[in-house]
Each structure stands twice: as structure tokens, then as C-alpha cells.
């Protein structure tokens, strides 16, 4: 027996007829906003749980004249990430003990509600991935003390040190480059950093959950005032009004303005990331948006344009939508944009000012690595069963037929196995490890 035909008649018709693709579509993949950032690298299978990956870097421009020799054989430099891969998933139950005709719309809108809940929760991992690069290696110190141990807002930019070593890869034949890599931060692997301007040495780094008492370990004491910048060598580049070092700088009066975005566009064009379709991206929140109709060069770009989509967009406080396109910059509205109010963790302030995060992106700051035969282990697991999967916009879709003692729930679930991560620039440009985004933070 096949899944439709254990359904009742007026459901079975609006799933073979296709109704229900297109509701779940419909519903998953307009607020992939993050989502729709990442390069799309599969993950094939035989690769285990986490694996190391690799793309090549750039070569060195040479621009001396070889002078009747031959040409020098040269190498380039390769960035190396690992990505780790975990299922995801949910469901929803539909009794489909009602009237004949409620059972298909029923149906219709759990269907809809379950793709709107895939699109949110792998929306939220891959803003948590893009955040959890480009948000790190500044923070501020949470208390004064004169220690080598010091109490940090959040400690997760601090876990890794840059080297330079030689790397190998048979497949694109390229022998002993050398290259700027991670490894653990250690004793013998210190991360520079800078503590209140101070140039200091971290050797270790732990990280507590919710950041409660994240804490770095530096190579020999040092004393250290209460909410004093910390900042890594290899930190990716954040902007704040008036030159804040850290979030807990930030204080009242220290506003999103257009000059802030701009700052943030200059910093990507220099490291020559390229745009996304013609332009970078801002994602930002309604306060950021309340914010820049305050500031009267933000304000200027738009006089006279009364026609703007993005002028008619940006004026409504809610939603997800496309605001238009000035200055090289895409502009977002997105609900989703990270707001802090703790006294710890990224993007906190000790006073308890809120602080906003909105971010700037070009081409390629988040891979997305999915098991590229989900679809096929699925179905292999629930072979012979009254189970229909179904992969729609990289997620699948399972519903399995009634089998409670009733014969009348529905099951619908959507999964996703596979995993986000952020690629290294750190052979091109200057020493931040990640330079294809931009958070910026204000209040």
C-alpha cells in the first residue's frame, strides 16, 4: 500500500495533484534570507560526521620582468575549513477526524506552518554560523582584575591562532604552498591581542555556556580594567558610531547612521570581496531602519524619490522585505537581525543598553554543506512503508500515513542533514581571518 492510498480522498487529491510542493515551497524558502547567502558545497557521502575542506587561494602578483628567462613556477596559497554534519528536523501531527471537507485545507495549512518553521529554524543556524565568525574576536573584559586569567564578554574569537605552514593538494596539483592557517589556540601557538590598547599574548581561551564566565588566559599577568576592549589579531573588522572599540563603548546617542554603512562597504571593496547580483547586502532590523530616517544624509539619498520601493518599504515598522537599492547596498529588512541586552555574551554593553547588530555581506561569507543524498537515505531507511519524501528547496519533506490504533494522524516532518560553516580569507588582504561581512553594532 503507497502513502496516498491510505488517505482519505479529498487529501489524497491535493498531494497527487502537486498542491501541497508548492504550499511548502511557498511557505520555506522566501525567509531564507541568511540561508540564501551561502555557497552551496554538498557533502557527499563516506566523508564521516566532520570533515575538512579546502578552496584555493589567490597568487601573489609578480610584476617584474623575467628578462629573456623562463618563466618561475609558482604556487598559491589554500583556505581550509571543516564543517560538521547534523540532522535537523520537526513535526507536526494532523487528526484527521474532522468533516470530509476540512480535511485537505487542514492538511494544506499544517503543511504550510511546518515550511515556514524549516525556513525559520535554518534560517536561525545560518545566521548563528555567519554571527558566530564575523560577530567574534572583540569583546571586553567583564570585571578588573590583575591576572593572566581575565573574565570575557564572550571568549569565541579567541579559540584559534594563525600559523603559516605549507600545504599540499594532490587534486589541483600544487605542492608546498605556503599558507596562513587556524589551529588551537595554545602555549606554543600564542594569539596576539590587544587588551585596552595594550599588545598582549592569549594562550587559551574557555567558553562557558551562555558566555556566563568566558575567560582567556594570557602568557604572563596583566592588569586589566573592568570593560576594557579585547581585541584579537585576527579579528574580522566591526564598526561602531564614533569609533567604539567594543559594544560595552557604545553608549546612548550612539546610533545606526548611512555614514556607518558606508564604513562598512569601503572595508569590503578593499578587501576586494566581490558584490552578491551587482551590489553587497545590509541585513538590518526595524530600529536600525527607525534609526537611519533619523539621519539627514540617509534622508537626502531619498529626496524627491517618492517612487522608491525602498523608500514605501522602509517606512512600515514589520515583515521581511527587499527595501531597494542606493549606495552599492541591497538593503533588508530583517526581523532576525541579532539584538543584545545581556551584561555577557556578543554584542553586550555593561550599562544594559540594547545593542543591534546589523551586518553587511558580499559574495560568499557562509557555505551551506547539505548531504547531497538525503533524499535517497531517507527513503532507503523507510523503504516498503507508507512514507512519501520529497526534497524541496534542499529540505525533505516526509509524511507518513496514520498508523495510530485509529488510522486517522497524519504525520508530516521536514529534515535537513548537513551543516553550515564560514570559510578563512586569511591569504589575501590584511590578518582578519573572515572579510566577506561586516557586523556593525549600535544602540
Known amino acids: 500500500m503507497s502513502f496516498r492510498d491510505a ?51 589567490l597568487m601573489t602578483p609578480y610584476a617584474t620582468a623575467i628578462t629573456g628567462a623562463d618563466a618561475t613556477a609558482d604556487t598559491y596559497p589554500f583556505e581550509q575549513y571543516s564543517v560538521k554534519m547534523d540532522q535537523y528536523g520537526r513535526s507536526i501531527d494532523t487528526n484527521l477526524a474532522v468533516s470530509a471537507q476540512a480535511m485537505a485545507s487542514k492538511f494544506a495549512e499544517d503543511n504550510k506552518i511546518l515550511g515556514i518553521h524549516a525556513a525559520e529554524s535554518l534560517n536561525l543556524l545560518a545566521q548563528s554560523t555567519l554571527y558566530g565568525a564575523y560577530g567574534e574576536g572583540t569583546t571586553f573584559a567583564t570585571s578588573g582584575v590583575t591576572s593572566a586569567t581575565i573574565p570575557v564578554a564572550d571568549a569565541s574569537g579567541f579559540l584559534f591562532a594563525p600559523i603559516t605552514q605549507s600545504t599540499t593538494s594532490t587534486v589541483n596539483g600544487v605542492l608546498g604552498s605556503p599558507s596562513i592557517q587556524l589551529v588551537a589556540t595554545s602555549g606554543s601557538t600564542p594569539l596576539p591581542v590587544t587588551i585596552g590598547g595594550v599588545a598582549l599574548s592569549c594562550t587559551g581561551a574557555t567558553v562557558t555556556a551562555g558566555h556566563a564566565t568566558d575567560t582567556i588566559t594570557l602568557s604572563a599577568s596583566a592588569t586589566v580594567a573592568s570593560g576594557a576592549a579585547v581585541v584579537s589579531s585576527v579579528a574580522p573588522v566591526q564598526y561602531r558610531p ?33 558584490v552578491v547580483n551587482g551590489a553587497y547586502q545590509a541585513h538590518i532590523g526595524p530600529q536600525t531602519v527607525n534609526e537611519l530616517f533619523q ?6 539619498v531619498y529626496q524627491g524619490r517618492f517612487d522608491s520601493p525602498a523608500y514605501a518599504n522602509l517606512s512600515v515598522a514589520g515583515g521581511t522585505e527587499y527595501m531597494g537599492r542606493f549606495v552599492g547596498i541591497d538593503w533588508f529588512l530583517n526581523n532576525v537581525t541579532p539584538a543584545v541586552t545581556a551584561s555577557v555574551g556578543a554584542g553586550a554593553n555593561l550599562a544594559g543598553l540594547q545593542v543591534f547588530r546589523p551586518i553587511v555581506c558580499g559574495d560568499g561569507p557562509l557555505i551551506k554543506a547539505p548531504f547531497e543524498n538525503m533524499g535517497d537515505l531517507l527513503a532507503g531507511l523507510n523503504a516498503g512503508s507508507t512514507v512519501q519524501i520529497d526534497m524541496i528547496g534542499g ?46 553594532e549600535h544602540v
Open 242 to 274: 564614533n569609533a567604539r572599540l567594543s559594544s560595552n563603548q557604545l553608549v546612548s546617542g550612539d546610533v545606526a547612521t548611512l555614514a556607518l554603512f558606508e564604513s562598512a562597504v569601503t572595508r569590503l571593496r578593499s578587501m576586494n570581496v566581490p
Open 395 to 440: 529540505v525533505a519533506r516526509v509524511w507518513r500515513a496514520p498508523l495510530d490504533r485509529l488510522g486517522q494522524v497524519v504525520s508530516s516532518t521536514w529534515s535537513f542533514i548537513g551543516g553550515y560553516t564560514v570559510g578563512t580569507d586569511l591569504n589575501t588582504g590584511d590578518g582578519a581571518a573572515y572579510k566577506r561581512a561586516v557586523v556593525l
Open 295 to 300: 539621519d539627514a544624509n540617509f534622508r537626502q
Open 7 to 57: 488517505l482519505p480522498p479529498s487529501v489524497a487529491e491535493i498531494v497527487q495533484n502537486g498542491l501541497l510542493d508548492g504550499i511548502f515551497q511557498d511557505a520555506l524558502l522566501p525567509t531564507f534570507l541568511y540561508d540564501s547567502l551561502a555557497d552551496l558545497k554538498p557533502w557527499a557521502s563516506a566523508l564521516g560526521s566532520q570533515s575538512i575542506f579546502t578552496r584555493a587561494g
